[in-house]
Structure formats: C-alpha cells, structure tokens
C-alpha cells in the first residue's frame, strides 16, 4: 500500500492567514492527488484532483502543487469556513489511501 | 445532481454481518465509467477506502478487508451495498458510500454517512 503522511496533524492559525499543508507519498504516484475538506459530523468535500486542478465552486483561494511524491494544498487568505479537517488521497493505485488529515483551528 | 444515501442497522453485534445500502438518485449506477465506493471513518480516525464497484458488476477490494468483505448492485432499484462479515468493535465507523467518475479519479460525490456501532 502506498502511504500517505501529511503535516502538520493540527495547525493554528487565524483569518486572513496563507497556510500551507504538505503531503507526501511513500512511493511516487506521479500527479494522482486530491485534496477534501471535512468539516464535524460532515462528508469529505472534494476540493482538487490531480493535485493542482480546482474542482468547480471551489473558492480560488485554495491551490495545489506537486508532482512525484510531494504535495501541497496551500489556502491564500484564510476565511472563517475554512476552519476544518484537510485530507489528502492518492489515486494511483489500488487500494487508494489517505492522509491522517490536518486539523486547521482557529489561533 | 447526483445524491448518494446509506442505510442500514446502526448496531451490530460482534461475529456478526454489517450490511449497508446506498441509494444513488440523480443517475443510473448502470450507466457511464462510474465506480461506486465503500469508504469507512471510525470516531476521531482518518478515511479507509473499503472497495468500489464499476458499473459493469467488476469489484475491486481493499486486500486488508477482502476476505470479509463482498459489495454487489441492485440496478433495478439504483442501489449498491456492502457487506462486511465476521465483525469485532474495530469495524465501529461512519460508513460513506460515495462515487468516482473514472478509474482513478477522486471521490465527487458523496453520501452524508451513517454510523455503525459494533457491540454486544
């Protein structure tokens, strides 16, 4: 199974902040990462795929880059909803993994 | 706009079978490139992807559930389901149901998930 290990676990950090979550793969799974948003006692919301492709209605502040086996999902200016589980997960192969997540809280 | 929902027992006992539904409106779970997927999250734990199925009827497993673990369609009521046998407290999650448009694209659509306790 390819691993998948994101940092940091929990983030602190306030409005109007950029912040940057990394994820790196256990083997190269060329640009097959995606990116979610969960939020308490929600589903995952799909953000980006194929690690730097905004899904639509996704805010523009949101961005990914990597190739290989390192990733980033960087958020430009932090708003309030945005507070909220990060997840990020591999596609390349089976069984496709994920993240332990980053908690992003309100400093 | 395509809507996934799981149902099914929200307790099972240990030694037991877990068995899900997802209801799929919006869409045909027969038609497309579309792979229908299991993924479970226990409480305060990240996401483990169980297996999916295409719509074709071909299945793909994750090999650390595989051996207990068997999910089938029911085209003519637009539904997918697992089954996961042999349950102890560690299978205790929020089970998604969720969708993904091609071999190995991300997970779209999702379902709001449902709880399964596993306890005597």
């Known amino acids: 199974d390819i691993q998948m290990t994101q940092s940091p676990s929990s983030l602190s950090a306030s409005v109007g902040d950029r912040v940057t979550i990394t994820c790196r793969a256990s083997?190269?799974?060329?640009?097959?990462l995606n990116w979610y948003q969960q939020k308490p006692g929600k589903a995952p919301k799909f953000l980006i795929y194929a690690a730097s492709s905004l899904q639509s209605g996704v805010p523009s502040r949101f961005s990914g880059s990597g190739s290989g086996t390192d990733f980033t999902l960087t958020i430009s200016s932090l708003q309030p909803e945005d507070f909220a589980t990060y997840y990020c997960q591999q596609s390349y192969s089976m069984p496709f993994t994920f993240g332990q997540g980053t908690k992003l809280e309100i400093k | 706009q395509v809507q996934l929902q799981e149902s099914g027992p929200g307790l099972v006992k240990p030694s037991q079978t877990l068995s899900l539904t997802c209801t799929v409106s919006g869409g045909s779970i027969s038609s497309g490139s579309y792979y229908w997927t299991w993924i479970r999250q226990p409480a305060g734990k990240g996401l483990e992807w169980i297996g999916r199925i295409y719509t074709s009827g071909s299945t793909n497993y994750n090999p650390s559930l595989k051996s207990r673990v068997t999910i089938s369609a029911d085209t003519s009521k637009n539904q997918f389901s697992v089954k996961l046998n042999s349950v102890t407290a560690a299978d205790t999650a929020v089970y998604y149901c969720a969708r993904s448009y091609n071999w190995n694209s991300p997970f779209d659509y999702w379902g709001q998930g449902t709880l399964v306790t596993v306890s005597s």
């Open positions: 083997q190269s799974i060329n640009n097959y």
